[in-house]
């Protein structure tokens, strides 16, 4: 079995798009690969956080994939801080990385605009070093992930690369692997514009948690355009091209098949056939997280992953540092 690796950050409960996007498809993944679902909460305070605030966004994105169907007899569903070898990899691979190529990641050049650099937390600019430690401590070989991280994608790969070659070759140098169908699932409001949890705007998104009447007036009021007529044409027509794509990932019906059965019908029926369509999907998920939420069940889940964890990365982070001179070598007594 391949391995395959994917950490989310608990800042916020997950939209639909991080759900149709990334969370569906990784039930189907786990039946052939050994997977690492990890919530990567040491990224997540490279911003300010409340505490208890976090501490219950790390408890609700455990019990949200738990909920859309990881079973924690084939994954390991693990939280990040609670398997250190993430910071002390993280640590090491920061010392062979360059000022100049992690200053050159989009989002520490987005975050970072505006004020001036002094309130900017250091974590910004060194996280990428991290989150390529998260990867490599498993020797992943396929890590899934959206467009918008692809860059450091890419600098995990230098990485693992420049320490193979500099010191030992530890590290499994991993592919990128981009999803097509449901990758990208767009504003409700600002269709040219990824779906985001942390949008200002709260009809912009479709929460995982929110309540079916309130996911029909967002989708009842979502962006479209003056045309009714439902045509999927995500360059001129990207808002309803964006439902047609929320409704043919739920409901497993292609975007031909869907605009050819509301011709002439115009956008308000299609518009309520979406938002059941999700509810259709959501429901059955919110059920399950509320039952787990609050459970000793899900704590026991994440007691035995954070152990298969540790295992693991502690395997990989003793090679590495052994590779790199770190720490004392026993020698056998005569």
Excluded at 16 to 40: M, P, R, S, T, W
Aim: hydrophobic content about 35%; glycine content about 8%; overall charge negative.
């Amino acid at each position: 079995m391949s391995v395959i690796f994917s950490g989310i950050q608990p800042s916020g409960t997950l939209t639909l798009g991080n759900y149709l996007g990334a969370l569906k498809h990784f039930v189907d993944l786990q039946e052939d690969h050994h997977c690492y679902f990890c919530i990567v909460d040491e990224h997540a305070i490279t911003m300010p956080q409340d505490r208890l605030k976090l501490r219950d966004n790390i408890r609700s994105l455990a019990a949200l994939y738990l909920a859309v169907g990881i079973d924690p007899g084939k994954s390991t569903l693990f939280i990040q801080s609670e398997v250190p070898a993430h910071t002390q990899l993280g640590w090491m691979l920061q010392s062979i990385s360059y000022i100049g190529e992690l200053e050159r990641m989009t989002q520490f050049k987005d975050k970072s605009q505006g004020g001036g650099r002094d309130g900017v937390s250091s974590g910004l600019l060194t996280y990428p070093p991290l989150m390529a430690a998260d990867i490599l401590l498993y020797q992943t070989e396929t890590v899934p992930v959206g467009e918008d991280q692809k860059q450091h994608l890419e600098l995990t790969r230098t990485l693992a690369e420049r320490f193979n070659n500099k010191y030992n070759s530890i590290f499994t140098v991993p592919e990128v692997s981009i999803p097509t169908t449901g990758a990208r699932i767009m504003s409700l409001q600002k269709p040219d514009k990824k779906m985001s949890k942390s949008d200002a705007n709260t009809k912009a998104f479709i929460s995982m948690l929110d309540a079916p009447d309130t996911i029909r007036k967002k989708i009842r009021s979502a962006v479209t355009d003056s045309e009714g007529i439902v045509e999927f044409d995500p360059d001129n027509k990207p808002g309803i091209s964006n439902l047609i794509t929320i409704y043919s990932v739920c409901t497993g019906r292609s975007p031909e098949e869907l605009t050819n059965a509301y011709q002439g019908q115009g956008y308000g029926d299609f518009k309520a056939d979406v938002a059941e369509a999700v509810v259709e999907v959501l429901s059955p998920i919110q059920e399950k997280y509320y039952e787990l939420l609050h459970s000793e069940e899900l704590d026991l889940i994440l007691d035995e992953g954070a152990g298969k964890a540790n295992a693991s990365a502690e395997k990989t982070l003793k090679k590495a540092k052994k590779a790199m001179g770190l720490g004392r070598v026993h020698q056998k007594r005569s």
